[in-house]
């Protein structure tokens, strides 16, 4: 599905690809997504959604980068997590957005 990006996102920071069956440390609730919590994975402080994580152990592969994008680009959805989208651009980068700067065309 084709979105439409309403308000540039700038991201926060650039992550490597965490494997399943990574540990999780330090998991604790998100005060501004609810079903997202801040952790630490493999040294790295980032955030994931509830449903990645059973017993501290990721359970699938897991990218946290945020997409940079500019205001009325063209992005594809690939995941819906509670209240963020996973997209790929038009130049095959992919990565999370939250669902207030997107509206669909």
């Known amino acids: ?13 650039v992550f490597p690809l965490f494997k399943k069956g990574a ?4 998991l604790s609730p998100c005060n501004e997504y609810p079903h997202w919590f801040s952790c630490i994975i493999n040294d790295y402080e980032t ?19 945020e997409l940079i994008v500019k205001n009325k680009q063209i992005v594809i959805l690939e ?20 669902a207030s ?3 669909s065309i």
């Open 101 to 103: 700067k997107i509206i």
């Open 23 to 26: 540990a999780i440390r330090n």
């Open 47 to 65: 955030f994931i959604p509830e449903t990645y994580v059973i017993d501290g152990i990721l359970i699938k592969d897991y990218n946290p980068t």
């Open 1 to 13: 599905m084709r979105l439409l990006v309403k308000e540039e996102h700038n991201g926060y920071g």
């Open 79 to 98: 995941e819906i997590v509670f209240e963020w989208l996973y997209v790929r651009d038009e130049n095959g980068k992919s990565g999370w957005l939250p």
